[in-house]
């Protein structure tokens, strides 16, 4: 590339935000409102050596910008921020580190953890440490990408259609003899037609990816040679993370996700990206300066008033990035508009989403983010998800988020679990009758208030945070033993049922009872009122071996083990589905328990003899067996009818008039049944059991 004549950078334009061609020369333009200078420091193409350092020589307001005429998208690039070193203030400018551009699409360099990249002088933190970083340093390359997307369409799938499969991309391809062994792990293995053949067997209409963003492994776990897994410790939230893709160069990896995101859409797939706004990789007031805290730490983060010198840890995680900032805030928001714009995403999962909602005094549902994205002409048609909770005060908010958002719903889990896998009457934490159909119906005491809909409750039992399908009735202990913390890591108990002992059995009778319970959590998850969520492996018996806090576990214990995979549980999870996509047993409104002008009520629940379930009995723990009747399904033409037995003992269910055949029966290894019968009659409903049934012209096909 010809080098460019840095003595010609001249103030340019105080936007857009990074480095930006025109295609005559280069923008950089860089947010600070506390520095005094930034100087740009251009490198030679592998980043190695700096070829030109000048400072940025306009100024407007708390932006700084420069423009080079004659640089071309290839150019490498770091910045340094001049400006007091003040901790106790707030301020931690140290020349002597080379920055990332916040806005880098970009990230050239292998990052290792040295000294030299601590602006604090490790032995006197006060102080600032004076050695220069460059060598080691991460830098940003410009870049101008034209990619052909074709007749590429977002699929829009309306919220109550909407089936979401959350995966870790590596992960989910690793294994898998399907794809190509050079694919496997990668963005173009997710794209393969095998991986996006199992999506679309089992009906999977959004797939919601761990985090993509460039990402760091802490020096902890670098200590320890593991790696974050998970990727939830951001640096680059332009960048696609490097270690997904199969290709080498960046140019190439932004094409390949791009690519897979058009193979997906071509499949009727969306993609939903989890990002993580909350914090970023420098960590506490003992961690690395390499960008947001270098270039202005008083603006970037939140700083407690009464000692500027630490960090609000609303995460867990050493920092929280402070979105009550204008120019913080717009970082967020132009970074979400790259990924739809650019990259053609369909919607976002936020981790801690409340942080994005602090101002001064707690979370506020109409904040300043929340309201930039309901007045945004891109961002406001997508799917947007909260994880509504973060540790810091008032940080659980489940309901809390605003119309038009979606929440994970942890109420739903934990009232499934405390159903299906706590049956003896008395046990701490069992679900009653009551809870249990609240939580199956929408849980309308969360979202009914404020006029939301059921479809904006997230229901799981399951997701990356925790044991998978398969482990949950399976160990009653977490085993982290190997995340090098003495097993200290993740939730300490599973409340599990007994199914004998921990771990793979050759007992038939324990396989029988996990493979049970395995499918009325299943099918209790995906026929609920709202919108389903499908850990990745769950369908098919994954397991982590007890590993309950796998996020920095790389290898076997993560990656979803193919050639063990239970096809039957894959054939049930694809057959609920199914019915879930043509009946829509609940639809996406409040049901009010009210008959039309005909008698027929819209949903009437009903106990073991068919009478109305009412009073005490909602709350009766001893008592777990009832049924649903929901007169107006969602979009089958005749009522259903599901029955529920959460007890170990077989029951005798008497069935409204009419006739009726069963479409679910979770007792079978593939849900099926050929039951067919009049009502008035006692319908046979083993324990640890979900049947659906359908009343005669319901319009369900079974294959």
Not at 347 to 352: K, T
Not at 389 to 418: H, L, T
Not at 588 to 611: C, E, I, K, V
Not at 616 to 632: I, M, P, S
């Amino acid at each position: 590339m010809r080098k460019p004549d840095a003595h010609a950078l001249h103030s340019g334009q105080p936007w857009p935000l990074g480095a930006s061609f025109d295609g005559k020369g280069v923008n950089f333009a860089v947010v600070s409102e506390h520095a005094q200078a930034v100087e740009l420091c251009l490198y030679e193409d592998s980043g190695a050596q700096e070829i030109a350092r000048i400072a940025l020589p306009g100024r407007s307001a708390d932006v700084f910008h420069g423009y080079l005429p004659g640089a071309m998208p290839g150019l490498v690039y770091g910045l340094r921020a001049h400006g007091p070193w003040r901790p106790d203030r707030g301020h931690r400018f140290n020349p002597f580190k080379l920055l990332l551009d916040p806005y880098a699409r970009e990230i050239v360099g292998d990052f290792t953890w040295r000294d030299e990249h601590f602006g604090a002088d490790m032995r006197h933190p006060l102080h600032m440490d004076q050695t220069d970083n460059a060598a080691h340093a991460l830098k940003a390359r410009v870049v101008h990408d034209a990619f052909d997307w074709g007749g590429d369409q977002p699929p829009h799938t309306p919220l109550a259609d909407t089936v979401l499969y959350e995966l870790h991309v590596k992960g989910f391809s690793q294994r898998n003899p399907a794809v190509p062994e050079a694919l496997r792990g990668t963005y173009a293995g997710l794209a393969h037609a095998a991986s996006i053949a199992h999506l679309q067997r089992l009906g999977i209409t959004a797939v919601s990816l761990l985090p993509v963003h460039y990402a760091l492994d802490e020096q902890r776990l670098v200590d320890l040679g593991l790696t974050n897994y998970w990727g939830y410790n951001t640096l680059g939230f332009f960048c696609p993370s490097p270690r997904l893709a199969h290709a080498a160069d960046g140019a190439a990896q932004r094409d390949e996700f791009r690519a897979m995101v058009a193979a997906l859409h071509a499949a009727g797939i969306e993609v939903l990206l989890d990002v993580v706004y909350n914090h970023t990789a420098e960590t506490d007031e003992n961690g690395p300066t390499l960008s947001f805290r270098g270039l202005d730490n008083a603006l970037y983060y939140r700083l407690p008033p009464e000692h500027k010198a630490l960090y609000e840890n609303h995460t867990g995680c050493g920092n929280t990035l402070d979105i009550r900032q204008p120019r913080v805030l717009q970082l967020v928001m132009d970074s979400l508009r790259y990924w739809v714009a650019d990259m053609h995403v369909d919607g976002f999962r936020f981790d801690l989403a409340p942080v994005l909602g602090r101002g001064d005094t707690g979370f506020e549902r109409g904040g300043a983010f929340f309201t930039a994205v309901a007045q945004d002409p891109l961002l406001s048609r997508v799917k947007m998800i909260a994880e509504p909770w973060d540790i810091g005060p008032g940080g659980y908010q489940v309901g809390g988020f605003a119309r038009g958002w979606q929440e994970w719903n942890d109420k739903f889990r934990d009232a499934m679990r405390g159903f299906w896998m706590l049956p003896a009457a008395g046990q701490a934490g069992a679900t009653a009758r009551g809870a249990f159909a609240l939580r199956l119906c929408g849980s309308s005491d969360l979202y009914q208030p404020r006029n939301r809909v059921p479809a904006e409750s997230v229901n799981y039992v399951v997701s990356h945070d925790g044991f998978t399908l398969r482990d949950l009735v399976s160990y009653d202990q977490r085993h982290n033993e190997a995340n090098g913390e003495n097993n200290r890591d993740g939730h300490a108990h599973n409340m599990s049922f007994n199914c004998g002992a921990e771990g793979d059995s050759d007992d038939a009778g324990v396989l029988a009872l996990r493979g049970r319970l395995q499918r009325v959590l299943l099918a209790t998850a995906l026929l609920a009122q709202g919108t389903p969520m499908l850990a990745a492996g769950d369908e098919l018996g994954h397991t982590q071996g007890g590993n309950n806090n796998p996020y920095c576990q790389d290898n076997a214990t993560t990656w979803i083990d193919w050639d063990r995979a239970d096809a039957d549980l894959i054939a049930f999870t694809a057959h609920v589905l199914s019915l879930r996509r043509q009946a829509l047993p609940f639809g996406n409104h409040w049901y009010s328990g009210l008959s039309d002008p005909l008698g027929l009520h819209d949903l009437t629940w009903l106990q073991a003899d068919g009478t109305p379930l009412q009073g005490d009995a909602w709350n009766d723990t001893g008592e777990r067996v009832l049924g649903c009747l929901v007169g107006k399904p969602g979009r089958a033409r005749a009522p259903l009818l599901l029955l529920v037995n959460g007890g170990t003992q077989d029951t005798a269910f008497m069935l409204p008039a009419g006739v009726w055949r069963c479409v679910l029966d979770t007792q079978h290894p593939q849900g099926r049944s050929r039951w067919y019968d009049q009502g008035e009659q006692a319908y046979a409903l083993p324990g640890l059991s979900l049947s659906l049934l359908a009343a005669e012209g319901a319009n369900i096909s079974i294959s």
